[in-house]
């Protein structure tokens, strides 16, 4: 008898969109847990080099928490290739201006940094409220581990 592994298409993806609330979560551990549905690795048809996860609107994006003094000591370099061009901000100042990008640049750093990446980041919607914009898409609630 024949075994073979069972590798998805792109076109076969089930893909849902689910509604994680960030309200007193931690930054690093929702992170993860939104990278793994981002990427699918919540469902059983994982395949590593296929796009099947699903669409992750998160709310609340202000209200996340960082553990210990990272708020203030935790640094997020950007360089514009100038001379000179560094710039670096700390988690806080990143929290008071845009919370989205603090929580997007964590997301970003999990999955894989090529093509399939980019592709898996776009289905990754943050709002720093409780109020977005995809109620047509009618989100399912999904209840973050920690």
């Keep these: 008898m024949k075994k073979s592994t069972y590798s998805a298409k792109a076109d076969e993806a089930q893909r849902k969109w689910l509604l994680v609330d960030l309200k007193g979560k931690i930054l690093g551990r929702a992170a993860t847990e939104i990278a793994n549905i981002l990427r699918g690795k919540h469902k059983a048809t994982f395949t590593p080099h296929v796009d099947t ?84 898409q009618t989100p399912v609630n999904y209840e973050l581990k920690n």
């Design 53 to 136: 996860g699903d669409f992750v609107v998160a709310i609340n994006a202000a209200q996340i928490k960082l553990t210990g003094n990272k708020l203030l000591d935790k640094k997020y370099y950007n360089h514009s290739t100038y001379i000179g061009g560094m710039k670096i901000k700390s988690a806080e100042q990143i929290m008071e201006r845009k919370p989205e990008d603090l929580i997007r640049r964590a997301v970003k750093g999990m999955i894989p940094h090529n093509n399939l990446g980019h592709q898996v980041i776009k289905k990754l919607k943050i709002f720093s409220g409780a109020e977005h914009t995809h109620a047509a």
